[in-house]
């Protein structure tokens, strides 16, 4: 009947857009580092935490270190396929029901699985230049190098393409992100809630007619919805898909 209902919505909506939350990333198996066990672990394998190491500060003081995490932790975590929910949200942009896909995450999992129109607000893993002379770099030479990945022109050490702790978000990236929210009829919000930090930054661009949640666990923010809906992003996505019948 959720098929039914969401299907029904997002035909009728003019343009919807997207905001691809974290939940999205543990359903498709990616690490959980800054929370949990794998913090812990973390801390305890490095002596520090998941948030000193990925920041401007450490990249800067501390660069072997920051490489030596971010290589290790973040960059491992590429050899994990996306999550069934990417692959169906990119269905769904396909066949013209999603407009627009926002994130926080920087793994670039919504394009592997073949979403076309994506804000990264915090960047990709799969950009990498030289600040220097402004040389791009795949992931691959980063993941490959032996201890700092340096530029072959000019020999300066490589600078990963994401927001680093410490860091503001590309001004150009947010104004872009809210304008497609602002143009919305409909908002999706999938796996996460109203009161994270990509729903706090976007959400008050919203005019639109349906905002509407889904996501396994109930948070009290969530009275501020239109519609929500308890359950795993995949599944739900999987029965729009079906009830399409095509």
Sequence with gaps: MIGKTLLQILRESKYT??????????????????????????????GYSADEMLSSSFYTARTEQFFSF??????????????????????????????????????GLPETAGCKNVINLHGSVYVNYCPHCKRNYSVDYVRNSKRVPICENCSTVIRPG??????????????????EVQKADVLLVLG??????????LVQYYE???????????????RYA?????????????????????
Aim: hydrophobic share 35%; aromatic share 8%.
């Design 70 to 107: 971010y290589r290790n932790e973040i960059l491992s975590a590429l050899d994990k396929p996306p999550g069934k929910c990417f692959y169906e949200m990119a269905e769904l942009e396909r066949r013209g029901l999603f407009n627009c896909i926002i994130t926080r995450r920087m793994f």
């Design 208 to 222: 639109g007619k349906r905002l509407i949640l889904v996501k396994e666990t109930p948070h009290f923010a969530d």
């Design 162 to 179: 994401i927001c680093l702790f410490g860091e503001m978000v590309d001004n150009q990236v947010i104004t872009r992100a809210a304008q």
């Design 192 to 201: 996460t809630n109203l009161k994270t930090q990509l729903c706090r930054q």
């Design 17 to 46: 857009t997207v905001l691809s939350g974290y939940a999205m990333l543990e359903e498709s198996g990616y690490p959980a580092i800054r929370d949990g066990e794998a913090s812990y672990d973390i801390e305890q394998k490095y």
């Design 226 to 246: 239109d519609l929500v809906v308890n359950e795993r992003v995949d599944d739900t996505l999987e029965k729009i898909i079906k009830e399409m019948g095509e």
